[in-house]
């Protein structure tokens, strides 16, 4: 039988998990009595651990909400991905970096060794794409802010900065907050617009109060698609619709969503719509795609292609 202290522990992990344990299922993962196990939730719950109990033979015991935030327990796992995550999320994050540097350095403190070494092994060799540019920090407040009207289903209304520069206002049914690369997004239902719109958190100002609750509506596709696409359309300078001569499912699996739709047209074709912010990068990825195409516009695209075919044919003349 374990030693009481040891014990408590023990059964303080069990009652982590999201579940509810019976007595006598924490009686005989723990080798004890049911007795017992109460007499430890007693004194878990002195120790402020909020371990509700439900009544009846039915009942069992969960770990709640408190009024204030209890140790915590995490495995070897656990321990190593919230440390990564703390060294790695706070510099998108306006507000929270000395926050998150203070609880690394708590976690750093107590963790074994072997813990240890291996978030110093991922942190020296596992190297993030250098950006050209640093991302825009969000402020916490901000996105607690969204996050709740998403939760409560209340209008959001907030002032807007476009990628061309003009502002507005906007009055959106949330819906999600997307993460993408360094920048947050909210998805969401422009009443105004009567349609979907993704929005870049760090050029949205927040007004208050919220507005009026919402029934909420059904996305038609995954959000992280929705942004994807919302994504790569406002940045682009240069659009493209190519037709492909090939069919859309061989085509489909050779680009990512983030790039391009793709449009069945028959067995044999379809249609690619594209962009990038240059000509020369359009001419490149359709060339790596491994298929004919035919181009006619835009205009730059067309004669960089022309060019480009030109020069390929002259490498190779004998």
Known sequence: ????????????????????????????????????????????????????????????????????LPPLLLDD????????????????????????????????????????????????????????????????DTLTTIATACRDHERLR????????????RDVEPYRLVNWGRRWYLIGFDVAR???????????????????????????????DQVRRGVSSAAWRYRAQVTLHAPAELVAERINAAIGTVTPVDDTRCLLDTGADSAEALAVHLGLLGVDFTVTEPPELVELVRAL??????????
């Not at 344990?21 to 909020?50: C, K, M």
């Not at 609880?103 to 050209?132: C, D, F, I, M, N």
């Not at 907030?158 to 206002?169: I, L, V």
């Open 158 to 169: 907030f002032d807007y900065r476009s990628h061309d520069g003009t502002a507005g206002r």
């Open 194 to 224: 009567a349609d979907w719109r993704t929005y870049r958190v760090d050029r949205m100002s927040p007004r208050t109060p919220a507005g009026p609750r919402f029934a909420p509506r059904e996305l038609p596709e995954d959000p992280v």
């Open 309 to 318: 075919a030109g020069r390929y044919h002259r490498a190779v003349m004998r």
């Open 77 to 140: 796992e656990e321990a190593v991905a919230v440390a990564i995550g703390l060294r790695t999320a706070a510099g998108t994050i306006t507000g929270v970096e000395e926050t998150s540097l203070r609880a690394l350095a708590k976690l750093e403190q107590v963790l074994p060794s072997r813990l240890r070494r291996r978030v110093g092994t991922l942190q020296q060799y596992a190297v993030a794409v250098p950006r050209h540019e640093p991302g825009p920090r969000v402020d916490a």
């Open 1 to 68: 039988m374990l030693e009481t202290s040891a014990r408590l522990l023990r059964l303080l992990s069990l009652l982590q998990t999201p579940r509810e344990w019976t007595g006598a299922e924490l009686a005989e993962r723990l080798s004890v009595s049911t007795r017992t196990i109460r007499n430890d939730v007693d004194r878990l719950r002195n120790l402020g651990y909020p371990v509700h109990a439900g009544r009846g033979a039915a009942g069992g015991y969960r770990l709640g909400a408190g009024a204030t």
